[in-house]
């Protein structure tokens, strides 16, 4: 059962976010990194797998989807420190089912919400692709959320998944960017109540001398 991780950094700063979208257009050739988009939905896929997944595992795929190693003499660390700063900071927000702000921007481009959103919406996928223990429980609650998450993607992407594309069928598709974003948001949630259950609160301890209940019959106070 998971717990609210203690403080850790700091969120990200827009000047650090900034930084990042460099750190990553610079990633040399032949890696291929994720963008910042899909690396926040792959961020938040990790952190929604039903243990723990080690930093040394996920942290290769953004650096390069396929998972290839860094060439010799390029130095990770500036880029995998602010990456690890948001992973905790999403972590947070999740562990205490806190909103959080995806990092899905709007595109003029975009000719419906699910194409805005469709960076993030791969990056969550690969994450579930790269570590299955999620996609393998045997959880009914977990079919409603993921499809809200997987409605974005084109139906033909999903003949393997009868039971999601059935749900998918029943949603009504957002109207705009920002429901949209809110229902990204609200599955992440409620994956994170099946996959990482919030601890419940201990019992109160009652003081030396003090009753707890009802006063005992036949006495007024």
Do not use: K
């Not at 850790?8 to 750190?23: C, E, I, R």
């Not at 396929?66 to 130095?75: L, Q």
């Not at 089912?97 to 993030?120: K, M």
């Amino acid at each position: 059962m998971s717990q609210a991780p203690a403080p850790g950094p700091a969120p990200l700063t827009d000047a650090d976010l900034d930084t990042l979208q460099d750190l990553l257009a610079a990633v040399p050739a032949p890696l291929e990194p994720l963008d910042v988009m899909a690396l926040d939905g792959f961020l938040c896929g990790v952190i929604l797998q039903p243990r723990d997944i080690p930093a040394a595992d996920w942290l290769p795929t953004v650096l390069d989807i396929d998972g290839r190693p860094a060439p010799a003499g390029y130095n990770a660390g500036p880029l995998t420190a602010l990456v690890q700063r948001r992973h905790a900071e999403l972590q947070r927000a999740i562990a205490q089912r806190d909103w959080f702000d995806p990092w899905i921007y709007p595109d003029d481009e975009a000719d419906s919400p699910s194409t805005a959103v469709l960076p993030w919406v791969a990056g969550f996928a690969a994450a579930l692709d790269n570590f299955p223990a999620l996609m393998a429980l045997d959880a009914p609650e977990l079919v409603e959320p993921l499809a809200l998450v997987y409605l974005h993607f084109d139906p033909a992407d999903l003949e393997d998944a009868d039971a999601l594309a059935a749900v998918i069928e029943t949603i009504e598709p957002p109207a705009d960017l920002a429901e949209a974003v809110q229902d990204l948001v609200r599955a992440v949630m409620l994956i994170a109540d099946v996959t990482r259950p919030r601890r419940p609160a201990p019992p109160r301890r009652t003081p030396p001398g003090v009753r707890r209940g009802p006063p005992p019959r036949g006495r007024r106070y």
